[in-house]
Structures are given as C-alpha cells and as structure tokens.
C-alpha cells in the first residue's frame, strides 16, 4: 500500500518537489518544485485549461493580481469571518486550531490545561502596500481565485461578448496563514487553485450544478487517468450562509477519502456583494451594504432587456491536491524477481514529465551519440513536452530513474542501430522491449502520447 | 506613431489587461489580465521555455514558493540593502523617490521645500507566516526568482545528473513595494520574471556571458518577432559590487529604449552567499558571513575531483514588458481609404491569443452554424491553442474584433459552402481573402500558426 512517505520520498529523490526555503530549515506550509514536478504541474494545469477553456465556446480565461486592495475583501465578507479559533497554552505557548486539538480541555504540546480562552485567528496574509501606506495593512494575498473573478465580471463581459451561461476561469496562486499545513502539498499556506466562475440564469442554476458535477467528476477520470472507484461526491455536511447546495470531489488518500475539487451553487452572493447599486436588484444572498463598488455587476437580457444579477456555479480544485492524488495513482514497486524490484510512476502519458529518453547505448561513441542527438531533436520538434538525451553509459541507471519519474518510453540505440537503422523501444509500463525502425518513431511517440 | 496608451486601451477594450483591484478604485502596480492577455502571456511563456528548457539539454526548470524564510533574504543582501532612497514633503505629505524627483529641493507634488531628509525604504514585501509569529516579520515576498534558483542549487543537482555547464531556469512571480509604479505594466508591484542561473566553472565565465547575449538576443528576434533595429545592448554604467559584468537588451519603447531583459555574470556571489562552510571555499565575490545555511553549494568535478563554488551568468527577462514590448510592435492603424480605417495586432502567429476564429455568414441558420461548429472541432483537435467560434451574424465587426486582437485567420462559411465544399479564408495582415476547400483548411492553418 503506497503512502504519502514513499511520494514524499521519491518527490525529493527524483526532484518533483523540495521543502520551501529548506536550505534555512524550511518555512512551513511551503513547497518548490523541481524539474520534473514543474512539468507534472504544468501538464495538469494545461489539461484543465484545454477542457475548461480551449475545448469550448462557453469559457474565458483571466489571471487577476495575486495582491488586492483590502475592500474587495471586506465585501467579500473574508476580513470579517475568514479565520479559525486559535488557542494558546499558558504553559508552553503552543498555538494549536480548537477544532482539531486531540483534547480541547488540554494543550497538546505539554498536556496542562491552562489555556487561553479561544480567539479568532485571520487567515488572510495582510500587507502594507505603497509608499503612502505607513505599515497599514491596506491589502491581502487572496485567499482563493474566485472573488477576483468576480470583481472582473463586467470587464470580461465588456470586452469578450457572451449570452448567459458563460464562464470565467482562473489557475493561480491563493494564500492562506494556516495554523496548521499538514499532509505534504496538501493543506498549504502557499498553494493553486483552478477555478471556474460558471454565470447563469437565476432558476437554471439546479440543473447547471448537476451538469457540473458530472463534467468535472468525468475530467477526472478521463483526463487524469484517475479510476472512478477512487473518486466520489460527498455533500457538505453544512452549508455556508450563501450557498444553495455544495459537493465534494474526493479522492481515496491512503488514510481515507479527501476534498481535491469543490463544486458550488454560490446563487447571487458574489457578484451582489461586489454590485454597486444593490437595492436596484432583488438579491436572494444576504450581502453586506456595499458603498465602495463603482460598477454594476448586473446582465442585461438581450431579448427581454431584463437587468439582474446572474447566479453562479462554482467549480474549485486544488492543483496541488491533484498533482498528489495522480502521483499517488500511479505509484507502484514491483517485485521482478530474483530479489529485485523497481519503483515506477504509470503516469497517464500525456501528464509525463518527460515524453521519452533517447539513450546511446555506449558512452562517449560519437556515432551513437550523434545518432541519438539526431532523433531526440526530431522528437523535440513534435512538440509534445519534455525529451531528454542520456548518456551515462549506464542503461539499467537510466530506466529505473525514468521508471521512478513516469516516462512513458525510453529508446537506445545501439551499435546494431549504426547498420540497420533499428532501435529498441522500451515500455515503461510493461517494460517489452520493441525493435523498431528509427525512422518511424517519431509517429509511433506521437501515438503513445497524444 | 503608436503611443502607450493606444495599448492601454487597446488592452481594456479588448481584454487584455486590466486594472488591478478596478471596482475598487485600484490598488496601484496591480494588474489583471483578461481572456487575451492570459493568452498572450501563456505563449509568450511557452516560447521561452520551449528555447531555454524543452529545445536543450543542458537547463532544468524549477517553480519555488513565492513566500520564503526571511534568512534567504538576509543572506541574499536584499534585507540590508535592496531600499530606494524616500522623501517625504512635511508640508502636504507626498512621498517621493529621491532619484526620480523633478527638483530634488522641493516637492513635486506641492512645491514646498520643507523635505525630511531622505531615508532608505525597503522594497520587499514582508509578512508575518504561522500562527507563532505574532505579527513579526518572519518571511518575505520575493523580489525576484533568482535568489530560490540558487538556493536550490543542490536539490536539482542532487536529483537531476548534471556536468558543468548547466542551467536551472523559473518563470514566476515576483514582488517590489516600488514607490512610484509607471509606464502601464513596464514598472509594477506584482509582476512575472523570466529567469536563467547557468552554472559554469571559473575562468569560463566570461565566454558564457558572451555567448547567453546572442542567444538571448536572437531568441527575441526569432521567437517573439522583435525587428533586430528595436533592440540593443547597453552595457550598466554601474555594476552591482559582486557583477563582474552585466548588460541590458532594450527595446525601442514610445519614449525611448528601455530595459526588457539583464544579462549578468555574478561570479560566486550567489552560490558563495548561501552555501554553508564558506571558508572552505575561495570565494571571489564579497558575502556576509553565512552561520545558517544547512548545505554546501559546491561542485565536484568528476574528472580531478576538485570542489569548488561554480561561477553564475543569469539571463533576467521580465515577461510583462516582453508582451508590451510585443505589443507596441504589432499594433498598428491602417487607413483603409473611403475614411475607413482598423487597428490591428501584426502578433507572430504563434504568439496570437487566438489561433482562427470560424464565422458563419448568418446568424441562427442551421446548417452553417453545424457546418462551422464541426470545422472549429477539427482545429481544436490541433492542440494549436484557442480557437473561437463566433455566431453574432455580423461579419465586418467580428473582422474588426479579431484584427484588434491578432486572430492571424478568419475562416468563413456561407450558403455558397453548403453546396460547393470551399469556405473564405481572410487573412489578418494583408486582408486577402482565398476560397479553400473546407477539408483542407486543418492543415493550411497548421502551416500559418506553427
């Protein structure tokens, strides 16, 4: 049975993903990525964005400013109620989040019972932007993509034309002063988020919130490679004040099932809270007065020239969350025998960090070398990611490390190549080796990739 | 002669960009990019990591956290030193930046010349991470990707086989708490750097820099289609104290040429500045005593097994500027006689937020909108990026539409199409327009945008 220690492992070994800031004893709730996890996160990122966006005519893209002025998270209603009840131990100091304390009569650091009261603990990151700001905090990190998007409503739909129902999407960075991150890269204080904004005409939202759990759950499976019997909707015990129904995406971790994708009936509360003019529109969310706003968040029907404020169906996923879950399904160690075994990551080819590994099957023979060098950039120009030239000399070195990062094949030409032009062709998966003619692997890469 | 603020609007009425925080009143260096913008800048950072990482095999790519431990910035020298010199007007409050002042006796807001004496401001953004921290300043926003390239040094290597020279590359955020944002995107709070660390062994540095100045300098003019006249080389005036040797690529800006990328050749100083055991090394650049860092940042050499601290030349491009820098260059107004005129973005075809749009003629009739909406299917199915659909029955505005935003081919379908197989192919630049069978018009788009 895998565990989140043997990703963490080979996400360090094979450089997918470091310990932010480790080299000065790390800084918690952040991670880099490395060569190979810059590209799985890349590919994720890229099939989202071709389903959500270049696969349809419904959707646009947007990348707001990570930084926002602090009033579009007063209106958000974030300032006031985004934080978590922290408790302090008299005792020790240890700060732990009240609701997930093992106790809550004691500290779980030191045991005594001597405890602060509970008090509210902000989970937006503050900042003091600008000359003139004084050390004020006048600005956050967003805590989510969403209300960015929401504040643009009117400058997509200006600049972009679109009848209802349309989409707007964000990836992108989101920050939050976690009390506790836990789990590796999945309750982060720095993480990314893939998130659709879907409008909408306020009664078609029951049905659009159906068609979107079926679109995204059917992207998980059919995109990420993930299988169905590890995947389920969970709806939310308790729904927040605005929402009209919400359902997790949860995939099955190794110590049980977890949100990785939310899915969300938000009605009209985003788009009335950040209206100017709300009296003017007969809102069902209940919004803080907004007096600050400068523009209308309001969609006129073309036919019936009605002006209301669109509902909206949110789709929420964590990017990091899912690069986890693919790594997780797709590691395995196989027993070949003879004492030996092997790590090998069965990555859904197109999510590969690297496409395929052309290898000279000696070191330092210019005809091999050159001959490799030939078809790694003929690969190079298909497109595809990612292709690397080896040339350690060392062939059984380089399949376990491109086992271990889930590439899907390697080629190795040999010393036979330089007469009949044929080249093996290993699988990562089933690791058969193929003899085949170099001149037709470009087409045959393409088959297995695309 | 195209100005700025053609782009500027350009950029909102087209959704390109947007102002950062807008229905707030904004927050100033902030910026939102639109369903166009997103694009452009995705293609514009593809192009350079498709040279720099995917067309090499010397460069690895790497994503670290945007929020890292404060002693990375200690260390770095920025903390201490990386400040802009502020004065202040006792008379009606104006902060400015001394070095940029009209007079530097009197306030450029009021005219006083009551000042305080100038002090230094500190440019990084700083934050208070983990419940522990108490308000403290334990972490900063980096002000650049550099600094968590070289302090992963190590990491990559360690998981990555690599001989000198080799590169590690990011693409990523970056943060200034500039006093004076200007020039639209030119100068921000929140912007993209696009960053190489090659590693090389003293003594072939200099070489190294010469040769990263053709590359990058030909990368501008190949990949993102910069006229060689636009651009130059300027050598700083004033070295950094650890450069041995730095120069700009500029670009022929509206007011004058300006600074779009850095070469530099920074020695040991990065690698010196955070490796552990300093004095084992001799190191030539000058660095603050290191008593934190937990790792070596040196080399072995295979070959004669010396250790030693390898020199850095970094390429430093900021992506913002590249697609303004971009843009300027393609925007052009053409008078069409009869009083007409259009703007239109000459983008390289590869860079155009949109790849093809397909029209049918008239609006709400079946058959062609089938006709159409099968043939946008099969160039989706290219992998070339966007391409829209358009349904409003209004030809000449979506013309005008996808000329203002670079779309290099409009294909139209019309009744004739319905009968004789062919479709109207327009072409952004020249507005030539050729009848093409609809079946080959995959490809024909394939030759125009790759």
């Given amino acids: 049975m895998t565990t989140i220690n043997d990703i963490i492992a080979l996400c360090k070994r094979r450089g997918f993903i470091f310990t932010g800031s480790e080299i000065y004893g790390g800084l918690a709730g952040t991670y880099d990525y490395g060569p190979y996890g810059v590209e799985l996160m890349k590919n994720i990122r890229n099939a989202w964005w071709n389903a959500m966006v270049y696969g349809r005519d419904d959707i646009e893209g947007l990348d707001a400013a990570l930084i926002s002025n602090r009033l579009l998270w007063k209106y958000s209603g974030h300032e006031s109620s985004f934080s978590d009840p922290l408790i302090e131990c008299k005792k020790c100091g240890a700060r732990m989040r009240q609701d997930k304390m093992k106790d809550p009569k004691k500290c779980d650091t030191c045991g005594s019972a001597d405890l602060m009261p509970p008090r509210e ?65 999945f309750r982060m204080r720095e993480f990314e988020q893939a998130e659709m904004q879907y409008f909408v005409k306020p009664g078609t939202d029951e049905k659009w919130w159906e068609e979107w759990k079926k679109i995204r759950m059917n992207w998980w499976i059919s995109s990420l490679g993930i299988p169905a019997k590890k995947l389920r909707l969970t709806p939310h015990e308790k729904l927040a004040h605005y929402a009209k129904a919400a359902v997790d995406i949860e995939y099955e971790f190794p110590d049980g099932f977890d949100e990785v994708e939310g899915i969300h009936n938000r009605q009209d509360f985003d788009l009335g809270s950040h209206t100017k003019s709300q009296k003017e529109f ?13 523009n209308k968040l309001s969609y006129s029907d073309p036919q019936t020239g009605d002006n209301f404020i669109p509902y909206v169906v949110e789709t929420a996923m964590g990017v990091n969350r899912a690069m986890l879950a693919v790594m997780l399904n797709a590691y395995a160690e196989e027993d070949l025998g003879d004492g030996k075994s092997r790590v090998v990551l069965k990555l859904k080819p197109s999510l590969a960090p690297v496409k395929a590994a052309v290898i000279p099957l000696a070191r330092n023979v210019p005809e091999l070398i050159s001959s490799a060098e030939n078809l790694a950039s003929q690969l190079r120009k298909l497109g595809l990611g990612r292709i690397e030239m080896e040339n350690s000399g060392n062939i059984g070195k380089n399949y376990r490390r491109h086992d271990e990062i889930g590439t899907p ?31 037709d692997i470009p087409e045959k890469i393409k088959d297995i990739i695309m």
Same sequence: chains 1, 2.
């Fill in 409 to 439: 094949v390697c080629i190795t030409i040999d010393h036979q190549s330089m007469e009949d032009g044929m080249a093996t062709l290993r699988h990562r998966d089933t690791m058969a080796q193929e003899r085949i003619k170099i001149s």
């Fill in 121 to 185: 603990y902000q989970l937006m990151m503050g900042l003091s932007v600008g000359a003139i700001a004084g050390g004020e905090i006048n600005a956050y990190l967003r805590p989510e993509t969403a209300t960015t998007t929401f504040t643009n409503f009117k400058n997509v739909l200006d600049s972009v034309p679109h009848k209802l129902p349309f989409g707007i999407v964000q990836i992108g960075k989101a920050f939050r002063n976690e009390i506790s991150p836990r789990g590796f890269v």
């Fill in 282 to 294: 007969n809102l069902a969310a209940k919004v803080l007065d907004n007096t600050d706003s400068i």
